[in-house]
């Protein structure tokens, strides 16, 4: 059975976007970066973690990505080895999404 594997980018990188049976898009949630006490942590921070998931409709915006998730898991072969991808992107990819993490 395939497995579900949760993907993150950023829009604003000139890498190609993620192959994915589903792609969300976060950047509509708060940036963290424009506040001067989270702007050099990264989404791996509680803080940062806090600000972003008490955004209007973050909470919605996780449930649908699970459900859509496990919807498209059940939807699979049953023989399928390739992992079922959900991606969520934002626009830097380091707090709201965590594909450019500065390494300390």
């Known amino acids: 059975m395939?497995?579900?594997r949760f993907i993150s980018?950023?829009?604003g990188h000139p890498k190609p976007?993620?192959?994915c049976a589903a792609m969300f898009d976060a950047r509509h949630l708060i940036d963290p970066y424009l506040d001067p006490a989270l702007r050099d942590l990264d989404a791996r921070d509680p803080r940062v973690q806090r600000a972003v998931l008490q955004t209007p409709g973050a909470q919605a915006l996780?449930?649908?990505m699970v459900t859509a998730g496990w919807?498209?898991?059940a939807q699979a072969a049953i023989d399928d080895t390739e992992p079922v991808t959900v991606a969520v992107g934002c626009g830097g990819g380091?707090?709201?999404t965590v594909d450019r993490i500065k390494e300390s």
Do not use: K
């Open 71 to 73: 919807q498209l898991l």
């Open 17 to 19: 976007r993620p192959s």
């Open 62 to 64: 996780l449930a649908i």
């Open 9 to 11: 980018f950023g829009y």
């Open 2 to 4: 395939p497995q579900l």
């Open 94 to 96: 380091r707090h709201r």
